[in-house]
């Protein structure tokens, strides 16, 4: 264990994008290669294609972090009975969660991490890891839905239909007096014409299942592409990211933007609806409004990368207004960074974060640059060509009738506008300047 470095970091979403990269970089640059750093893959371990996202997470570390990790070895079977002792391959996971200087857990779904968890015991190595200030736990997304004393079985409630209920989650925040349900993805928007906030319960549902937490608790949101870091050591709470954590009591909901550090003690506040130190103002809104017509104040950390959806968004403008303007470079340039920025992206655990949609946009800019590329290499052919023809033929009667003085003036009147010619005893032949054939007129 590296000494000094003591934090809890929930995060929103975008855990392995670009959009974190910066955060990540933070979190161990003090450790450099010597970390003792663990991935835990089970909120995913049901998922068939586990092997590939653990992969591309530690890929991502790696490459955008200069972290090099190991997955714990989680063997992912059926969850045992209460009763049934723990297996070697248990106490092992138990023990090199406990001794890691960086634990992170991700995406996938936190009623089956939860349930893996209590069964195997981590979830008691991971409250002892943040009681005891143990290195860095990182939890984001699925996993950090399970962090509070209440969870949201997401996947049973969006994706099949289940009345939404609370699950008993981990209460690693229990340990710092905060009595809360995390909820990330706050402020999602995927759903478009359908509310999908709130870890995509929407209103309605997190709206009844907020009654039936207790009187001195509350929600705890995070959005997207935004941490929240609490520092053991101070008892520092600081917000990182685009977006805001959100602090849900019944009919008010607090806002702590992105750039805000504030005292654990705060916050403590904030959750059991106790009088805020005037110390950090926060701005406040009705419970049932929405995010998108929040102040938010002018000092706000900034996160060096845009979405993935704002970035094809933008990369879309660009290339139209490259293709009004005719700038062939500048749209060929626009389909090359486009390409690079979802390459970036494609080492997002996430797997619904719109790769397959930015890649469509991607094909269509393609197909657009080579029809303009089309129309552009048949140019000389059908407009020049129609052109020149008769003028060819003109030139070709004046030179037969002797008048070359008028012949030479057409020859020069077509080569300031780019066109060469060349003659021969029978022909005449035109070159467009950028081109290396010929095309001959008799």
């Not at 590296?2 to 979403?13: D, H, K, P, T, Y």
């Not at 992969?55 to 209460?82: C, M, N």
């Not at 995070?222 to 019944?250: F, K, N, P």
């Not at 701005?283 to 995010?291: E, N, T």
């Amino acid at each position: 264990m590296i000494a000094g470095i003591r934090l809890l970091v929930l995060m929103g979403s975008g855990e392995t994008s670009p959009t974190m990269v910066t955060l990540h970089r933070e979190l161990v640059g003090h450790w450099g290669s010597d970390a003792d750093a663990v991935i835990l893959d089970t909120p995913y371990g049901f998922q068939v294609n586990r092997d590939d996202i653990s992969a591309r997470a530690r890929e991502y570390f790696r490459r955008s972090v200069g972290l090099t990790t190991v997955v714990a070895p989680d063997a992912h079977g059926e969850v045992p009975p209460i009763d049934v002792p723990a297996s070697r391959d248990a106490d092992r996971v138990r023990d090199l969660v406990r001794r890691a200087d960086w634990v992170f857990s991700g995406p996938g779904s936190p009623s089956y991490a939860l349930g893996r968890w209590h069964s195997l015991r981590l979830g008691e190595i991971l409250r002892e890891r943040v009681k005891r200030g143990h290195g860095v736990t990182v939890m984001a997304s699925a996993a950090a839905c399970t962090v509070g004393f209440a969870a949201l079985p997401v996947y049973e409630v969006y994706k099949a239909g289940h009345p939404p209920v609370w699950l008993t989650g981990l209460d690693l925040l229990g340990e710092l007096g905060l009595r809360v349900a995390v909820i990330p993805h706050y402020d999602n928007a995927e759903g478009g014409t359908h509310d999908t906030r709130f870890c995509y319960l929407g209103e309605a549902r997190l709206a009844a299942l907020e009654r039936e937490l207790p009187e001195e608790s509350a929600v705890l949101g995070i959005d997207e592409h935004t941490a929240v870091i609490i520092d053991l050591d101070t008892s520092l709470v600081r917000i990182w990211g685009r977006g805001v954590m959100t602090v849900r009591r019944r009919e008010t909901d607090v806002l702590v933007p992105g750039g805000t550090t504030l005292p654990l003690e705060q916050l403590r506040n904030l959750v059991t609806g106790a009088a805020a130190s005037a110390s950090v103002p926060l701005p406040s809104r009705a419970a049932h409004g929405s995010h998108d017509d929040t102040p938010r104040p002018d000092a706000v950390e900034t996160v060096g990368a845009a979405t993935l959806q704002e970035a094809v968004a933008a990369a879309e403008s660009r290339f139209d207004s490259a293709q009004q303007a005719r700038d062939a470079a500048d749209m060929a340039e626009t389909v090359v960074e486009l390409e690079s920025v979802i390459a970036a992206w494609g080492a997002d655990m996430e797997e619904d974060q719109g790769g397959e949609w930015a890649r469509t946009v991607l094909h269509g800019m393609i197909r657009r640059l080579a029809q303009a590329a089309g129309r552009g290499l048949s140019e000389p052919e059908h407009t020049l060509g129609r052109i020149l023809a008769p003028l060819l033929d003109l030139r070709g009667r004046l030179r037969a009738e002797g008048a070359f003085d008028v012949a030479d003036e057409v020859r020069n009147a077509v080569a300031a506008g780019g066109v060469r010619l060349h003659d021969t005893a029978t022909v005449s032949s035109w070159q467009w300047e950028e081109e290396t054939g010929e095309r001959q007129t008799s």
